[in-house]
């Protein structure tokens, strides 16, 4: 990996770089690049093979949610995407891949809109702290 200065880099030469054409603020269609054909396959393949899988993953639900936002295969390239830049970091920085689960999504988003509405909450000048129910 010692090529590669980051993950960019690395993604950009497989192909797996994400498309970025705006102008005046428009955004255009986002192609991506050609890159190297066979890793960008077989991140590909992966990641649509990947996503099938039963269990319940982080990168499976995360491809569930692009897919229905985004289509099949834009979402199968941005979790190749993915799965390139984690796999830099483990041969980078000797460290290992740990799989959130299915629901790590679902727990960001919950306190991420928590998190919102307070900041929005507090805007208007209310005082308040919020308490989840005991379950």
Do not use: C
Request: hydrophobic share 40%.
């Amino acid at each position: 990996m010692g090529a590669f200065a980051s993950a960019a880099p690395l993604a950009s030469w497989a192909g797996l770089g994400p498309g970025n054409n705006e102008s005046a603020g428009k955004r255009r269609y986002g192609k991506s690049r050609k890159g190297n054909v066979f890793p960008k396959t077989a991140l590909i393949t992966a990641a649509i093979i990947g996503s099938r899988r039963g269990g319940g993953s982080d990168l499976g639900e995360k491809y569930r949610r692009l897919t229905a936002r985004r289509g099949t295969l834009r979402a199968a390239l941005a979790i190749a995407h993915t799965i390139l830049v984690s796999i830099w970091h483990m041969l980078s920085d000797g460290t290992f891949d740990q799989d959130l689960g299915a629901a790590y999504l679902d727990r960001l988003d919950r306190t991420r809109t928590a998190r919102k509405l307070v900041g929005r909450l507090a805007a208007m000048g209310f005082d308040g702290h919020l308490q989840e129910k005991p379950a």
